[in-house]
Each structure stands twice: as C-alpha cells, then as structure tokens.
C-alpha cells in the first residue's frame, strides 16, 4: 500500500509543476503577441499576484497545518489555478488578468506545502527529507517536460493555443 502511496506521489510531484507556479513565464509573451500589451502593464499585472503570493505564503503554509483535508485542498488549488489559466484568454483585461493572477498566486502557494504535508504522512518523518528531495526532482522533470512539449508545439498551434 505505501509503494502504492509513493508512486502517486510521483505522479502527483511530475503532473502538478506546472500548476504549482501559477500563471506561469510564458503569460507575458502572450499577453504582448495575442493582445498587444506593453510591458509595463504585464509587469504591473503580473506583479500583483507575484507579491500577493509572496506575503500569503506563512500564512497559507499555517491554513495548510489546520486543514485535515489535504488532498481535497490540493485538488482544490489544483483547479483553482486552471481556472484562473482559462479565465485569461476569455477576458485579457487588465483588471480580470492581475485578479486571475491575485486568485492563481494564492492557489499555486498552497500546492508546494500541502503536497509536502501528504508525503510527510505517507512516508513518515524519518523517510521525508529523501521523499521531499524526489519531489523536488521529480517537479523539476515535470516543468522541464511541459516546456518542452510547449517548444515543440509553439511553432505549429500558435501562441494563442499556449
């Protein structure tokens, strides 16, 4: 059952990087090709989630300690920060884009600490530093593949498709 348990994890770890940063690097491009943004703006917009992300993270961390639920809470924010991905391209505004990115940042802050808390109860404290650092790994294998697989689609669906 816990080989079981870890293997998900590792799943868990590779499929959610994406997820865990948010709105992600390629956002500006988008903005400035698709929607003919400047730069200003975009840094402005994105700037608000960025730092709303960075002061909720103590707190956030401690909302993860409280909540028994931990799965439905990473599911939750797992949703949240897809939804405030489709949410940009529906209304690329620039009030809709800095509250999808307010909204996305304080999702994306919980994944890294709640996926954290799950290992911790599957591998125990003895085994969770090796557990944390195959995470770690294994969300860096997970980000490096979907930019890849975003250079290799770039070219033939679009930005507008990213």
Not at 77 to 90: D, K, R, S
Not at 100 to 107: E, F, P, S, V
């Given at each position: 059952m816990?080989?079981?348990a870890e293997r998900a994890l590792d799943a868990l770890s590779f499929f959610v990087s994406d997820a865990r940063y948010g709105l992600g690097a390629y956002l500006g491009v988008y903005l400035m090709t698709e929607h003919a943004w400047d730069a200003a703006?975009?840094?402005?917009?994105?700037?608000?989630g960025a730092l709303t992300g960075l002061v909720s993270q103590a707190p956030l961390g401690a909302l993860v300690d409280a909540v028994r639920a931990k799965r439905a809470l990473l599911a939750g924010?797992?949703?949240?920060?897809?939804?405030?991905?489709?949410?940009?391209?529906?209304a690329p505004h620039f009030?809709?884009?800095?509250?999808?990115?307010?909204?996305?940042?304080?999702?994306?802050?919980?994944i890294g600490p709640t996926l954290a808390a799950i290992a911790l109860g599957v591998v125990g404290p003895t085994r969770f530093a090796r557990r944390a650092g195959?995470?770690?790994a294994l969300f860096h294998?997970?980000?490096g593949s979907i930019s890849l697989v975003i250079l290799l689609a770039a070219p033939l669906l679009g930005n507008s498709v990213l």
């Open positions: 816990q080989q079981r703006s975009i840094g402005l917009a994105l700037s608000i924010a797992v949703v949240m920060v897809t939804a405030t991905c489709l949410v940009i391209p529906l009030w809709s884009v800095a509250a999808a990115g307010l909204i996305g940042a304080l999702a994306a802050v919980t195959r995470n770690e294998l997970g980000d």
